[in-house]
């Protein structure tokens, strides 16, 4: 049973633009969202993350959007850089995340010089 | 920023054998440490939570005689893998959280087991 679901496995943009990862879910007690970024043969690096108290959060170049009642939420990356190419992860907790966190499967994002 | 140490990074190994994988939160005690297994182009799955001074919380399906955890204190996490096979060969990931509830990531183990 995937409790969190990132349906697009990859995804390819070119430099400057807009990324737009998606991240779904099915666990209602979820209250804590988080987007992490990986690179090959390393560990996942925290990006952003999101209390369910909010619709929005803004860190520089990178927005998480949560739409509670779609059970959906996004990460925005703009622009886009080469250096953003990764797999992106998100991940979903309760208890404001001091519980254990549950991942997607990952979306492989490719930025285009 | 906190830093968590894994180690070792890559081990190849014959079936059979017993491998240990270290974690390690270097500038911050960590009550609660999790170990994570990631299959190619797949999610990292949670196999355990690991409690210092305790016994540790298994997730579902995951063997607790096959993945030994021991927390022994508050800054080191072990996971053994008893009598490896094949099918053991994996990324092993382990993470270790703050008081404040953030997690940090170590870098991984790659087991490769022949």
């Known amino acids: 049973d995937q409790q969190v679901k990132q349906n697009s496995p990859s995804l390819s943009v070119q430099e400057g633009r807009i990324s737009i990862l998606n991240c779904d879910y099915t666990?209602?007690?979820?209250?804590?969202f988080l987007w992490y970024k990986k690179y090959p043969a390393e560990g996942p690096t925290f990006l952003i993350s999101?209390?369910?108290?909010?619709d929005k959060n803004e860190d520089g170049r990178f927005t998480v959007f949560l739409n509670k009642s779609a059970k959906h939420l996004s990460l925005h990356i703009v622009p886009s850089q080469p250096g953003d190419s990764a797999v992106y992860f998100c991940?979903?907790?309760?208890?404001?995340?001091?519980?254990?966190?549950?991942f997607g499967t990952g979306t492989r994002l490719k930025v285009l010089a | 920023g906190a830093v968590v140490s894994q180690h070792p990074s890559r081990v190849i190994c014959k079936s059979g054998t017993s491998v240990k994988i270290e974690c390690r939160s270097l500038?911050?005690?960590?009550?609660?440490m999790f170990w994570y297994r990631q299959f190619p182009k797949q999610s990292l799955m949670l196999m355990a939570t690991?409690?210092?001074?305790?016994?540790?919380?298994?997730e579902q399906g995951v063997e607790k005689d096959k993945f030994l955890i021991n927390h022994a204190s508050l800054t080191l996490s072990t996971l053994t893998v008893t009598s490896a096979h094949p099918e053991d060969s994996s990324f092993y990931i382990c993470?270790?959280?703050?008081?404040?509830?953030?997690?940090?990531f170590g870098d991984g183990t790659r087991l490769s087991i022949l």
């Open positions: 993470s270790a959280r703050e008081v404040n509830g953030n997690q940090h």
């Open positions: 666990n209602s007690m979820f209250d804590y």
């Open positions: 999101i209390s369910s108290i909010k």
């Open positions: 991940a979903a907790s309760r208890a404001s995340g001091t519980y254990k966190y549950i």
């Open positions: 500038d911050f005690q960590a009550t609660t």
């Open positions: 690991s409690n210092e001074g305790s016994k540790a919380t298994y």
